[in-house]
């Protein structure tokens, strides 16, 4: 493990981009596509509290709330790169290679993310899946559903196997976890939520550090 695992709180509001920071994330997720305003203006109160940024607008073909066009997307993440220090981009959006130009002259990274919110993929298929992001841009996510205790074991070996910046989670009940022990096996982000849970399987932030630090991570 390069560094200690970054623990990332996804928000909604600004309250609960003050309170991730009170838990004590690392960094904050701002999920665009659940927002029930414009995002330019909480996007830049919340980039005021100092703390990195992480700008996803998820589609609903990834398990999002984002009903937009491809051209919408760019347009959202054109307006809001200056301030992101991450943005998360779907493997399989179909102008995956446009949206992460947008991070070009900027310090951003990208993060290429794949979510299976049905099943796991064979050993192989997620490391297929963990090349095809990293060839795509910075930091490959992968985000699968595992059916037993031995799926788990599986993305670990995944996760231990990966030589770039990867961050890995088991989703639902099953996995819940991974978010704490998957830092063991090399994923360098943890997702964590401040109210209520925005994926399966989610852990509050300050309970995810308190795991961390108990295995000696943090």
């Known amino acids: 493990m390069e560094f200690p695992p970054k623990v990332v709180a996804t928000v909604t509001s600004l309250d609960e981009a003050k309170e991730a920071i009170s838990l004590g994330a690392d960094i904050i997720e701002i999920r665009v596509d659940l927002l029930d305003e414009g ?7 919340i980039y005021k509290l100092n703390k990195p940024l992480i700008i996803t607008v998820r589609p609903t073909w ?9 051209r919408d997307r760019v347009k959202i993440f054109k307006a809001l790169v200056p301030v992101a220090d991450y943005i998360d981009v779907e493997l399989r959006a179909p102008n995956v290679e446009e949206l992460v130009a947008l991070t070009g002259g900027t310090d951003a990274l990208s993060i290429i993310s794949y979510h299976d919110f049905e099943k796991m993929p064979s050993k192989k298929e997620m490391m297929d899946i963990v090349v095809q992001c990293h060839e795509k841009g910075d930091i490959a996510k992968l985000a699968v559903t595992p059916a037993s205790l031995r799926d788990v074991l599986r993305l670990f070996e995944v996760t231990l196997k990966s030589k770039r910046p990867l961050c890995t989670i ?8 991974s978010r704490i ?29 308190e795991g961390l630090r108990l295995l000696g991570l943090r």
């Open 39 to 45: 995002p330019q203006p909480l996007v830049e109160r």
């Open 62 to 70: 990834e398990g999002g709330a984002f009903k937009g066009s491809d």
């Open 170 to 177: 088991a989703m639902g009940e099953m996995g819940a976890h």
């Open 181 to 209: 022990v998957g830092p063991v096996y090399g994923s360098q982000f943890t997702y964590g939520y401040v109210r209520k849970p925005v994926a399966p399987g989610q852990i509050r932030v300050d309970k995810i550090l």
